[in-house]
């Protein structure tokens, strides 16, 4: 078996290729993080002494395990893997992966290998030749660090969109949970809009024996139906929004959610969720997934100035060629071949561009000013949000423990109004005003807790939602 014979002059192409590509540098300005355009500090001190989470829990903990109802956790993981949504995010992080390994590949020399042959025929005599080649075509030797800085840009824009698939699985997960959240307090609403007219009826057939005996009068009666009508109208309310609540879980969930993963009242907030932290320090914030894509933009733009200044600059390109050329097709794989090669570099020098350059190194300079300004605003934004969310938790639960003493107190005057109307110690007017005041602060109360849970949800969320530095690869 003959073996095809490599001559040195192709040996050394893979060793030249490496001394090319040894000492490549980068005129892209030196990346220092900006300084937090905000205070240092996120403490709320009405709520310091809160026994939630610590802060790196906070920044940490699995939405698994903050989220408490293991109803809610199979929606949610139901969610990560059908929503559509996600699902196009998901593949822009695919395809900004493949475009970063694309820009790379043009840092390493690409190598190329050819047999060819001719037969021709001059004079009645008729001439062959064939050759086997490998070399380089049209290799730029990254002298400024324009492909090196081209391929960190890319490389960020990459990492851009890691984060932000991140967010939008934060995203995702908290709009899954308020969604089911509202299914459950318009369920409550439904339950409570039946109770009351069940009340009613029963204060209604009262008035009527009444109204027949001479005791009450016909306005009494027209009162009494007032509460019951109400009641009737919340129940169709409440129905429609129960159905509708449904249809954009399924829509974000992306498939048919089973009943039995469904809420039929709004839970106790401790057991939905765990708490959240109280007092935090602003540096947290640069750990959302949202933060972090900002601030990959931002060294993203940076690279692309370095890819302008490299522009200013020679410009140096490589061909090269080596193989071996025999006029018999056999030679080249005996030994009997003649060595050939080429090597043909090419140097560019830009002399007059009609600003061209300037051009693009003034616009490389104003979008990272851009990306400067929106990294910027991405952390004030997620400071309110944090801030927003501390000042709710701040007097939630004051206002919780409020309205359930206002309801307390509302059903007790019912039942003493009511039970003075039966005896015929006080007017049906009292009743009925003691009923209408009980219903508004059962409703209110049923909004209070899901304001609780929502609190404590979007706490969690603006917090990083525990996704921060992890996987985007796992729900």
């Known amino acids: 078996m003959t073996k095809l014979m490599v001559p040195r002059s192709i040996r050394i192409l893979p060793l030249a290729g490496a001394i090319l590509l040894a000492g490549c540098s ?4 030196d990346y220092a993080r900006p300084t937090l355009p905000l205070t240092d500090e996120l403490q709320n001190q ?9 802060n790196q ?21 139901l969610a990560l893997s059908n929503n559509r949504s996600l699902r196009q995010t998901l593949a822009d992080v695919e395809a900004a992966r493949a475009s970063y390994r694309i820009q790379r590949a043009d840092l390493l020399p690409q190598l190329n290998a050819g047999l060819s042959g001719t037969r021709s025929e001059s004079s009645g005599t008729i001439s062959s030749s064939y050759e086997a080649e490998v070399g380089l075509s049209g290799y730029e030797i990254d002298l400024f660090g324009k492909n090196r800085s081209l391929s960190d840009a890319q490389m960020e824009a990459y990492l851009a969109s890691e984060a932000t698939a991140k967010a939008a699985k934060i995203t995702l997960i908290s709009e899954i949970a308020n969604a089911w959240l509202t299914l459950a307090a318009d369920q409550s609403a439904l339950q409570l809009a039946n109770e009351t007219q069940r009340n009613a009826k029963q204060a209604l ?28 109208a919340d129940i169709a309310l409440y129905t429609t929004q129960v159905a509708q609540d449904l249809n954009a879980l399924r829509l974000l969930v992306g498939e048919h959610v089973d009943s039995s993963l469904l809420p039929h009242a709004l839970p106790d907030s401790d057991a939905l969720v765990t708490d959240v932290p109280a007092g935090l320090s602003s540096a947290v914030l640069l750990q959302r997934p949202d933060v972090l894509a900002a601030e990959h933009s931002l060294k993203s733009a940076n690279a692309n100035i370095g890819v302008a200044r490299a522009a200013y600059f020679p410009s140096l390109s490589l061909t090269t060629t080596g193989g071996i050329a025999s006029t018999v097709l056999g030679d080249l794989f005996s030994g009997g071949a003649s060595s050939i090669w080429t090597i043909a570099p090419s140097l560019s020098l830009p002399i007059f561009d009609g600003g061209a350059n300037d051009a693009g190194l003034a616009y490389s300079e104003a979008q990272q000013r851009k990306s400067l300004a929106a990294y910027e605003y991405a952390i004030q934004t997620a400071f309110k949000e944090v801030t927003d969310a501390l000042a709710r938790r701040a007097t939630i639960q004051a206002q919780l423990n409020a309205q359930e003493a206002l309801v307390a107190s509302a059903n007790r005057h019912y039942a003493l109004s009511l039970a003075r109307y039966e005896n015929g110690v006080d007017s049906f007017q009292n009743t009925l005003e003691a009923q209408r005041t009980l219903y508004s602060a059962q409703q209110a109360l049923i909004s209070t807790r899901q304001t609780d849970l929502d609190n404590r949800i979007t706490l969690y969320r603006v917090l990083g939602g525990g996704l921060a530095e992890s996987d985007t690869t796992q729900g």
């Open 26 to 29: 980068s005129l892209a300005p």
């Open 57 to 77: 829990q906070a920044m940490q903990l699995p939405w698994q395990s903050f989220i408490k109802e293991a109803r809610l956790t199979q929606v949610i993981e």
């Open 205 to 232: 057939a009262i008035t009527q024996q009444r109204l027949t005996l001479g005791v009450d009068s016909q306005i009494d009666m027209v009162s009494a139906e007032t509460v019951y009508h109400s009641a009737r």
């Open 46 to 54: 009405s709520v310091a002494d809160s026994q939630g989470l610590s």
